[in-house]
C-alpha cells in the first residue's frame, strides 16, 4: 500500500504567475474532481463539461470519483461514454471517507435496465477493469501537461487532493504532488467553504476532517482557489418537474432516468455547475469577492482574510435575476439535443 507523507515545500524556487492570468487559456485543461453517486448536481456539472468539450472550448483530461466503491467510478463511465467521450480516463478514491451519507442514491445507474431487462447505458470500462487511485490519476494527467496550464473542478471530497499534495516522487514523476500541484496547475476550483453569510461548517471540507485539514495545510500558496460557497449555488432551484420537461426529447438519459427513479425533491440545488461554469467561461458572470487568503479551521470552519497578496476569492451570492439567468445557462446544456 503506497503510503503518504505530510510536508511543506519551500516555496523559493516557483512562483507562479497563475493569478494574473486567470481567465486564460483560450481552451481551458480540466480535472473534474466529485463525489458523483450522491447528489444530482455533479450529474449537471459533468454534463456541462462533456459539452463543453465536445464544442471545444475546453478538454476534459479526466475524472476523479472521490466517493469510494466501484458503483461510484461505474456512474461516471456511464456520463463518459453516454456523452461520447468514453476515453476520459477515470481514477477511484481509495482509503477515503467511510460511509459518507448519499442525498440521492443513483449508486445503481449503471445496472438499470428498460421494460425487455436490457441494460439502458453503455459503459466503456469492463467490470472488472483496473482502475487507478484518484491521487494517482492526478499525478499522471499533470505531469503530461505544461506548466501553469491545468485546471482543477472539485465538487465533492478533498480525499484525493489531499493524497495527492501527501504523494512523494514515484515512477509517474519525480516530483512530489504538492511540486506537481505548484508547477502544473493554474486555478482550483471549488465547490465549498461558507464566507461570512452563516458560520457553520461546510459539508464536503467537515465530512472528511483530516483530508481537509491536510488539503489546506499543503496547497501550495502560489496556486489560486476560486470557491464557490454553497449559498451561492443554493439559491439556485432546477425542480424535478423541470429537468424533465428540459429532456422530454429522450428517456435514455441518465439525468432523466435518476429523476424518474430516485427521489430529487430534496432541496438539492445547483452548487456543483457553478465552478464549472468560472473554470471554462471565466469569471465575468459572477460577482467575486476581493483577493484573500482562506484558512480552515480546527473546528471545520472556512475563514476568509481580504489581502492584496493572496491568491483565493469567492463567488459571492447574486440576486434573484441572476440565478434565474444563471439556472437558464444550466438548462440550455440540458435541453441539447
Known sequence: ???????????????????????????????????????????????????????????LLGVVVDREGACYAACADVMNTFFGHPDIPIGQVREGIKDPKVFIDYRDLPQWTDDQGRLLFKRSLAEDAPIPDGWQLYRRLLSDQADCSVSIV?????????????????????????????????????????????????????????????????????????????????????????????????????????????????????????????AVEGGDGFTLSEWGEVTYTDSGLTQFFPSASGKSRYQIPGSADWNAQMLERIRQFTRQH
Not at 485543461?29 to 444530482?40: E, N
Request: with cysteine; glycine share 8%.
Open 1 to 59: 500500500m503506497k503510503r503518504f507523507w505530510l510536508f511543506v515545500l519551500p516555496t523559493l524556487f516557483f512562483f507562479s504567475s497563475c493569478r494574473e492570468t486567470v481567465s486564460g487559456p483560450d481552451v481551458p485543461l480540466v480535472i473534474f474532481d466529485t463525489d458523483i453517486g450522491s447528489s444530482a448536481d455533479d450529474l449537471f456539472a459533468l454534463e456541462l463539461l462533456h459539452c463543453y468539450h465536445q464544442q471545444g472550448r475546453c478538454k
Open 154 to 278: 472539485s465538487v465533492g471530497f478533498l480525499t484525493c487532493l489531499s493524497q495527492l499534495l501527501q504523494s512523494g516522487p514515484d515512477e509517474i514523476s519525480p516530483l512530489s504532488g504538492a511540486e506537481l500541484v505548484r508547477r502544473k496547475v493554474r486555478c482550483l476550483y471549488v465547490m465549498g467553504g461558507k464566507f461570512g453569510y452563516f458560520v457553520e461548517q461546510d459539508y464536503n471540507f467537515s465530512s472528511g476532517h483530516p483530508f481537509s485539514q491536510a488539503f489546506f495545510a499543503l496547497w501550495p500558496a502560489e496556486v489560486p482557489m476560486m470557491f464557490s460557497p454553497s449559498e451561492t449555488g443554493g439559491a439556485i432551484e432546477y425542480a424535478p418537474e423541470t429537468v424533465l420537461e428540459d429532456i422530454s426529447w429522450t428517456d435514455v438519459h441518465p439525468i432523466k432516468q435518476v429523476y424518474l427513479r430516485c427521489d430529487c425533491n430534496t432541496g438539492q440545488r445547483m452548487w456543483d455547475p457553478l465552478p464549472v461554469i468560472q
